[in-house]
C-alpha cells in the first residue's frame, strides 16, 4: 500500500474561507461571492468574458444540450407515455418549459450557483462547504452531510456511464429516421463512436477543446432554428408557455400523468454540471451564455417537437429528427453525434475530477492521474476510471439495446442527486450566508418539493433499469467509506505504536546513533509522532542521517491553498526539521514542489544525497476487526491495488527506501 498516513486527513476545523475581517475575503464568509480564484464577474473585459462562455458552451453544456433528441419522444413513447393528444402535448410542453425554468434558472444559475467553495463548485465542494466550523470546532450533522456528498458524488459514476450511452446512442438513431436499412447497425456503430471516445481519452481535451464551443453554438443555433420552422407551422403551441396546462395534465391524467415526470426530467440533466464546472469559467460566463442562448434555443426546439405533433401526432416516434427536412437529415445526424460526443466528453472528465476530490479528501485509494495539459491543471486522465467507464458503457449499450430502454435508467441518479444538492444549498446558506431560516426554508422547501416529485415519478422506472446507477451509487459509496474507514483504524494503530518526538530524542541520552552523511526524508500522517519507518530504520540500520526531516502532506477541505501557506518548515533539535505541506482537493500532492519551497524557506539539502524512506504496512485481519470482516477484506485488496506513494508523489524512485511491518486491522 505505501506509507498508509503520508497524507494526513483533512483537518475538521479547517475554514474553506479562512481570512479575518480584514482581509478581502473575509465577507466570503458570511455572504455568497464570486471567489478571486476563478474567473468570474470582477474586472473581466467584455471579450474575455464572451470567450469564457464560448468555452462554457462546449463543456458545460453538452449534457443538457443533447436532451433534445430523446426527452420529449419518452413523454409520449417511453414505459409510461401518454398519448400525444393536443391536450397532452401543451400540457407536456409546460412541465418541460417550466423545468428548465424553476430546475435550472431559478436553483442552479441563480441560488446554487452562489454557493462556491473559493471558486469551485460540484457536490463534494458544496459538502466541504456546508460542513466548514471554525477550527477545533466539529459540525453537529457532519456524518450526515459527509454521507450525503459521498453518495452524491457517487451518483455522478451512474451519470457519467448512463449519458455517453444514451446520448450517442440517440444520435446514430436519427439514421434509422432516414431509412430502416441503418436500424441493425445502430448498436455497432455506437460502440465503435464510443470505443473511440474513451480511446483519445488519454490524449486530453485539450487539442478538441478549442472546437467544442464553436460546434456546440451551431448545435443550439440548429435547435432554435429547427424549432422556429415548425412553429411558424403551428404558433398555437406558445400557448404551452402558460403553466395552467401543466396543471390541467395532471388533473386530465392523474397518477399516469404523475409517471410521465419520470420522463420530464431528462430535459435538466446535466443541471449539476453547470455547478460542477463553475471553477473552469466562473459563474458569470455560465449565466450568460444559459439565458442568452442555451435556454431560448432548447425552449423552442421543445416548443418546435410539440407543433409538429400537433399536426402529426405519429411523429413522436422520433420528433427531433423529423423536425428536419429530408436533405438535412444525415448531416442532422452527423451533428448530433458530435454534440453527443461533447456531451459524453463532459460527463467523463467529470467523473476524472470527482475522483481526484475523492483520493485528495481521503475516500479513495491513489491512482494514476496524468495531465494532458500543461496550461490547464485541471484537465486530467485516469486510465483506471476511464477503463472502468468504458466497459460500464459498452454493458449498458449491449445490455439496454436502445436509447429508449436506457431513458427507464436515467433520471434516478439525476433526481437524488438533485434532492442532496438542495439539502447541502440550503445548510451552507443557513450557516454560511447567515440567512433567516424563515427565508431560506420556503425556498429550500420549493425545490425539494420538485426534486421529491420527480424522484417519485423516477421511483417507478427502478424495476425497468433505475436499479442500475443506484446499484452502482451504493457500490462506489460502500468503496468510499471503506476506504475512508480503514485508514482511519490504520491510522489510529499506527499513533498508538509510536513514540513522540520528545521521548525519542530523550532517549537517545549520552548514546545518540551513528550520524552518516545526507538527508533522510520521512513521510508520516502524524504530524505530532515519530513515523513507523524511522522507528524501523533505528532499530535495523542504528543510524540517523545528519539532517532528518518529517514530512507530513495535509490535504484540506478546500479546492486549492494559495501558496504563501502550502508548506510550513519548523526546525526542531538534534538536526530534525518537521515539514508540514497542504494540498486542496483540486491539486495534486508533488514532492519536487514541496522540496522546490522547503528550499525557499531556508532548508538546505543536495538531491542526490537525500533518502525518502517510506512504510509499507502489510494488514493482518484479526478476530475482532474494527470493521465487519468483508468490509476489511476489501478495504485489504484496495489497498494492494493502490498506486504507489513513489509515483503518485512523484518521488524520485532511485532515492526510495521502503521499510515494511505488519500491522493488525
Avoid at 550 to 579: D, K, M, N
Wanted: proline letters at 7%; hydrophobic letters at 50%.
Amino acid at each position: 500500500m505505501g506509507t498508509p498516513g503520508a497524507v494526513g486527513n483533512q483537518r475538521s476545523g479547517k475554514a474553506p474561507v479562512a481570512p479575518g475581517p480584514g482581509s478581502a475575503k473575509a465577507g466570503a464568509v458570511n455572504a455568497p461571492s464570486e471567489s478571486p480564484a476563478a474567473p468570474s464577474e470582477g474586472p473581466e473585459s467584455p471579450k474575455r468574458i464572451a470567450m469564457l462562455a464560448l468555452s462554457a458552451l462546449g463543456i458545460v453544456y453538452g449534457d443538457i444540450g443533447t436532451s433534445p433528441l430523446y426527452a420529449l419522444r419518452e413523454c409520449f413513447t417511453g414505459a409510461h407515455g401518454v398519448t400525444p393528444t393536443p391536450a397532452n402535448v401543451l400540457g407536456v410542453l409546460s412541465l418541460i418549459v417550466w423545468s428548465l425554468i424553476i430546475v435550472v434558472s431559478v436553483k442552479y444559475i441563480i441560488f446554487v450557483m452562489r454557493a462556491d467553495n473559493r471558486g469551485e463548485g460540484g457536490i463534494l465542494a458544496l459538502m466541504a462547504l456546508a460542513m466548514h466550523r471554525p477550527r477545533g470546532q466539529s459540525h453537529r450533522a457532519r456524518p450526515v452531510l459527509i454521507t450525503l456528498g459521498l453518495f452524491g458524488a457517487a451518483l455522478i459514476y451512474g451519470d457519467g456511464v448512463i449519458t455517453p450511452a444514451i446520448s450517442v446512442m440517440s444520435a446514430v438513431e436519427g439514421l434509422s429516421v432516414a431509412t430502416p436499412v441503418f436500424q441493425p447497425y445502430v448498436i455497432p456503430i455506437s460502440l465503435v463512436i464510443l470505443l473511440l471516445l474513451f480511446m483519445v481519452q488519454r490524449k486530453g481535451t485539450a487539442g478538441i477543446g478549442t472546437v467544442f464551443g464553436p460546434l456546440m453554438t451551431v448545435w443550439f443555433l440548429v435547435l432554435a432554428v429547427l424549432g422556429v420552422k415548425e412553429l411558424l407551422h403551428n404558433p398555437a403551441v406558445l400557448w404551452s408557455l402558460s403553466p395552467v396546462h401543466g396543471v390541467q395534465f395532471f388533473m386530465d391524467n392523474g397518477w399516469h400523468g404523475f409517471l410521465v415526470l419520470g420522463a420530464v426530467i431528462l430535459v435538466v440533466t446535466g443541471g449539476e454540471a453547470l455547478y460542477a464546472d463553475m471553477g473552469h469559467f466562473g459563474a458569470g460566463p455560465i449565466r450568460r451564455a444559459w439565458f442568452l442562448l442555451v435556454l431560448p434555443s432548447l425552449v423552442l426546439n421543445y416548443l418546435g417537437q410539440g407543433a409538429l405533433l400537433l399536426r402529426h401526432a405519429e411523429a413522436a416516434r422520433n420528433p427531433f429528427f423529423l423536425l428536419a427536412p429530408e436533405w438535412a437529415l444525415y448531416p442532422l445526424v452527423a451533428l448530433s453525434t458530435a454534440a453527443a460526443v461533447i456531451a459524453s466528453q463532459a460527463l467523463i472528465s467529470g467523473s476524472f475530477s470527482t475522483t481526484r476530490q475523492a483520493m485528495q479528501l481521503g475516500y479513495c485509494p491513489r491512482m494514476e492521474v496524468v495531465h494532458t495539459s500543461a496550461e490547464e491543471m485541471g484537465q486530467i486522465y485516469l486510465p483506471g476510471v476511464n477503463g472502468a467507464l468504458l466497459v460500464g458503457v459498452i454493458a449498458l449499450v449491449l445490455g439496454f439495446g436502445s436509447s429508449s430502454r436506457l431513458a427507464a435508467a436515467y433520471g434516478i441518479a439525476v433526481t437524488t442527486t438533485m434532492g442532496i444538492t438542495t439539502v447541502l444549498a440550503y445548510v451552507v446558506a443557513r450557516e454560511r450566508w447567515g440567512v433567516r431560516r424563515s427565508v431560506a426554508l420556503p425556498i429550500a422547501s420549493l425545490f425539494m418539493v420538485v426534486d421529491l416529485a420527480f424522484f417519485g415519478a423516477n421511483a417507478a422506472k427502478i424495476a425497468d433499469g433505475g436499479w442500475f446507477p443506484l446499484l452502482l451509487a451504493v457500490c462506489i459509496f460502500t468503496m468510499m467509506t471503506t476506504w475512508k474507514r480503514g485508514r482511519d483504524i490504520l491510522a489510529g494503530k499506527l499513533r498508538a505504536a509510536s513514540l513522540g518526538l520528545k521521548d525519542l530524542l530523550g532517549s537517545f541520552g549520552d548514546h545518540p546513533p551513528l550520524r552518516v552523511p545526507g538527508t533522510a526524508i520521512f513521510m508520516t500522517g502524524n504530524p505530532e509522532g515519530t513515523p513507523p519507518a524511522l522507528l524501523h530504520n533505528l532499530k535495523h540500520n542504528k543510524i540517523l542521517h545528519e539532517q532528518v526531516v518529517l514530512l507530513t502532506i495535509i490535504s484540506e477541505e478546500i479546492p486549492h491553498v494559495v501558496a504563501q501557506e502550502r508548506v510550513e518548515v519548523e526546525p526542531l533539535e538534534q538536526g530534525f526539521v518537521r515539514v508540514v505541506a497542504r494540498y486542496g482537493f483540486m491539486e495534486n500532492p508533488s514532492i519536487p514542489d514541496i522540496l522546490k519551497r522547503c528550499r525557499e524557506k531556508g532548508l538546505q539539502f543536495q538531491l542526490m544525497g537525500t533518502s525518502f524512506f517510506l512504510g509499507r504496512e502489510t494488514l493482518i485481519p484479526t478476530k475482532k476487526p474494527g470493521m465487519a470482516a468483508w468490509r476489511e477484506a476489501l478495504f485489504t485488496w484496495m489497498s494492494r491495488n493502490a498506486r504507489s506513494a513513489t509515483a503518485y508523489f512523484r518521488i524520485p524512485p532511485n532515492r526510495v527506501v521502503e521499510l515494511g511491518s505488519q500491522v493488525e486491522l
